[in-house]
């Protein structure tokens, strides 16, 4: 049996058909349409070889130069369209990964933008907490003062008892008259211990709402980020076997076609 010298040319390497796409660090949409799988007509990389001319006349008939010449040109023809057919299937999945790349990196730049936004939200409910920080703050000096005054009332209600055991001898009048300045001291004192602690109850109330407040904040955002950027590796990695799947079904079409006699 004769021996065919196919002239066809060498088939494209693994990393020449890899396109120069890149994968995003951050979130990318998983945005990578479908329709690329049914863009390319799978007929467009079969092998033709029902158009090879001198296959009519049977080759018995013919002398042997004759075949020779007939089937050198069989050979010719059949490593032109071989040529052409791995041309057009080269050409059809570089067109199919660039408008992947195009369409991935459209997404990347959506993403991007959305993640700035987020990052800008995140910044300004910073700036928030830190002026509810301030404020928790001004609310324990506050306490503090307070804690002075009761202090100074203590103080006073000691000295007021010191200066009725002191006078107490001088006499029913003046134990009389302190009697009655000691209730008047007592009333005031019940008046201001009350409203003190009135003040105090409202104080608290205020700093365990707004304790409550910035803890469910600070859980929130703690959630909201780890779900962001669990969702930003998900759609990472589906990108990539979305990828790496296409590109394998490229690279195992061509292996096919290549293998076809």
Known sequence: ????NRNCPATPSTDELKPSI????????????NELTSEINPSAYALNLTHITGLHTP???????????????????????????????????QTMLSQMQLKVAAAFLQETEYLQQREQRLEYEEQ???????????????????????????????????QV????????????????????????????ISESMASLTRTRSI?????NNFIEKSDEVRSELNDR????????NQIEETRLSTLGRGLHAMALKSTTP
């Not at 950027?229 to 990472?236: E, G, N, P, S």
């Open 229 to 236: 950027t669990t969702l930003i590796r998900m759609k990472m």
């Open 128 to 162: 928030l907490l830190v002026e509810r920080n301030r404020q928790l703050e001004n609310l324990r000096h506050e306490r503090e003062r307070m804690e002075e005054d009761f202090i100074q009332i203590k103080n006073r209600l000691e000295t007021a008892v010191i």
């Open 1 to 4: 049996m004769m021996k065919v």
């Open 207 to 211: 700093i365990n709402s707004k304790k």
């Open 59 to 93: 080759i018995n008939s013919l002398s042997l130069n004759e075949q020779l010449r007939l089937e050198r040109d069989i050979a010719h023809q059949s490593s032109v369209i071989t040529r052409d057919s791995f041309t057009t299937t080269f050409s059809s999945l």
């Open 165 to 192: 055991t002191k006078f107490k001898t001088h006499g029913a009048e003046i134990l009389q008259t302190l009697f009655s300045e000691s209730r008047q001291i007592d009333e005031q004192l019940s008046e201001l």
């Open 22 to 33: 890149f994968t995003p660090k951050e979130r990318t949409s998983s945005i990578i349409p």
